[in-house]
């Protein structure tokens, strides 16, 4: 699946995409959450910026295949999209 994160998602990850195959997170249940436990292991240590991804994964709202996902139960898909987005700032 692809992961793709925004602003400071972004930042934090040190990317701006990651590529997860569903094999690394099946053993969790293949669930968003398991998705979200599983992140902030499998991005690059060097480059991230700001603060840890952990904790703006547990700021941010997601989006799988551009729907809404709140229900972090949710199964996924090799071939689903999630996005990655923080709270921002503004009007």
Do not use: C, Y
């Not at 669930?31 to 904790?55: D, Q």
Request: aromatic share 4%; glycine share 10%.
């Amino acid at each position: 699946m692809k992961v793709r994160f925004f602003a400071a998602a972004a930042a934090a990850a040190g990317v701006k995409e990651l590529d997860v195959p569903l094999q690394d997170i099946e053993h969790d249940g293949g669930t968003l959450a398991a998705l979200l436990g599983h992140l902030p292991h499998a991005v690059p240590a060097t480059g991230a910026s700001g603060p840890p991804l952990h904790r703006v994964l547990s700021r941010s709202s997601f989006l799988v295949n551009e729907i809404g996902a709140r229900d972090e139960s949710r199964p996924l898909a090799d071939a689903d999209v999630i996005d990655v987005l923080p709270p921002f700032a503004g009007g």
